[in-house]
């Protein structure tokens, strides 16, 4: 079935330590996003890509990094240089015939230690 | 910039009883509005859309919403819920451009008690 794929779904990680979040999607969108979110805050736009090879920062863009490399693959790096980052962090992907309708994976909690 | 209000954190209500979840958002040019649900530790799945045409919307799981222009809102309501309504709920809102981008209220936690 297609969907969007991320992992791991829990993920620990030491104060100081680079951490890869994995976001995978086979519905042959060109639109791919990250998401973070906390209680009470609802979810906010860390990076969104529309084609390949190109990507543009959301609203809380510092200490996260991403590559777009292949259409199916929308990777997000959270690094050390993020000061809060324990947090859900969804992905989500659209197609232009969608209308602006995002299909969201399941979210990877990352907890730092 | 458009921004999206959801004044209500909690909402509990009792089975069988109806429910209006409340949305607000402003915005300076045309949006297209949404209402999404997230169970625990899951993703979001969309309940409905407004694009244009008829305000009155209609979506999964017997829920409904109506586009309010002047009120600026786009509340969303089902007249009888169920113990599996209970949910965090999300209004969001996205200019018609081409970056598709979600702007997301901060959330209501639905609580259906038997």
């Known amino acids: 079935d297609g969907g969007i794929t991320q992992s791991p779904k829990y993920l620990f990680r030491k104060e100081g330590q680079n951490v890869t979040l994995s976001c995978e999607q086979n519905?042959?969108?060109?639109?791919m996003y990250w998401y973070r979110q906390d209680p009470g805050q609802g979810l906010r736009l860390i990076y969104y890509s529309q084609i390949v090879n190109d990507f543009q920062k959301g609203d809380i863009a510092e200490g996260y990094s991403v590559s777009r490399e292949k259409k199916e693959s929308f990777p997000l790096t959270v690094t050390s240089a993020q000061k809060n980052p324990t947090a859900f962090y969804l992905c989500a992907s659209t197609g232009q015939a969608n209308t602006g309708e995002l299909f969201f994976g399941e979210g990877s909690r990352l907890t730092v230690l | 910039a458009q921004s999206v209000t959801q004044l209500d954190s909690q909402v509990p209500v009792f089975e069988e009883a109806p429910v209006e979840l409340r949305c607000n958002y402003s915005s300076s040019v045309s949006v297209y509005l949404f209402w999404y649900v997230q169970y625990p530790n899951q993703g979001l799945q969309l309940l409905l859309k407004?694009?244009?045409?008829?305000?009155l919307v209609k979506g999964i799981n017997g829920f409904e919403a109506e586009f309010n222009k002047s009120q600026t809102s786009f509340h969303l309501r089902k007249p009888s819920v169920h113990i599996s309504d209970t949910a965090e709920y999300f209004c969001?809102?996205?200019?018609?451009?081409?970056?598709?981008?979600?702007?997301f209220g901060s959330g209501t936690r639905l609580l259906v008690r038997p």
């Open positions: 407004y694009l244009s045409g008829s305000t």
């Open positions: 969001a809102v996205s200019v018609p451009d081409s970056s598709y981008k979600l702007i």
């Open positions: 519905l042959n969108h060109d639109a």
